[in-house]
Each structure stands twice: as structure tokens, then as C-alpha cells.
């Protein structure tokens, strides 16, 4: 049973205009609840035989998300490499930790 003690923060790239018009890329944060979990041996492995490395899974509620493909769990960034319809309320986030400047 999850326990939504944990907070995640959904990072989504946005785009605003500058004063001659040109795109700006910024990031829009909303922090929410989840349940973090580590991934299964299984899970790792299938993954690593496609070339991903998954490290956390967040268990979130499902009209929270909204297709972001980035997340920062206790000060660490993560892609979303999966998402996975647990039930009508709940997803489940596979990540991979992200390397650089993320």
C-alpha cells in the first residue's frame, strides 16, 4: 500500500519569448506526494538489455502528471524513462538517475 510520505518534483520545460522575440527555455516545478521505491533486480536488468539503467520508481497520483519527462527526488535528477498505469488513480515513474547538467 503506497504511503505518499515522500515529495517529487515534476520538472516541465516551458517557453517564453524574450523582447525581440526569441524562444527562452525554462523550467516549470510543481511538487507533489509520491511513494518512492527502489527498482526489482528483474526490472534493472530487462531495462539494462535496452540500453537504459532505471534507479527509482515513484508511484504518483495519476491526474498529477502530466507527461513530464523530468523529476527531482532529494535534490537528485531524474528522467522518466516509463511510466506504467498501476490503477485509474495511480502511475508508476521508472527513472534513470541523470547525468551532467540535467
Known amino acids: 500500500m503506497a504511503t505518499y510520505d515522500d515529495e517529487l518534483t ?3 520545460q516551458v517557453y517564453g519569448s524574450d523582447n525581440i522575440g526569441n524562444q527562452i527555455p525554462s523550467e516549470k ?6 511513494d ?3 527498482v526489482s533486480r528483474a526490472e534493472f536488468y530487462n531495462a539494462a ?6 534507479t527509482r520508481i ?4 495519476k491526474f498529477e ?5 523530468k523529476v527531482e ?3 537528485k535528477r531524474y528522467d522518466v524513462i516509463k511510466t506504467y498505469k498501476v490503477n485509474s ?7 534513470q538517475r541523470m547525468i551532467g547538467n540535467g
Open 89 to 95: 488513480e495511480e502511475i508508476e515513474l521508472t527513472c
Open 73 to 75: 527526488f532529494e535534490g
Open 49 to 54: 538489455n535496452n540500453g537504459m539503467k532505471p
Open 10 to 12: 515534476l520538472i516541465e
Open 65 to 69: 502528471y502530466d507527461e513530464q519527462q
Open 29 to 34: 516545478k510543481t511538487t507533489i506526494l509520491c
Open 36 to 38: 518512492s521505491k527502489s
Open 58 to 61: 515513484f508511484l504518483i497520483h
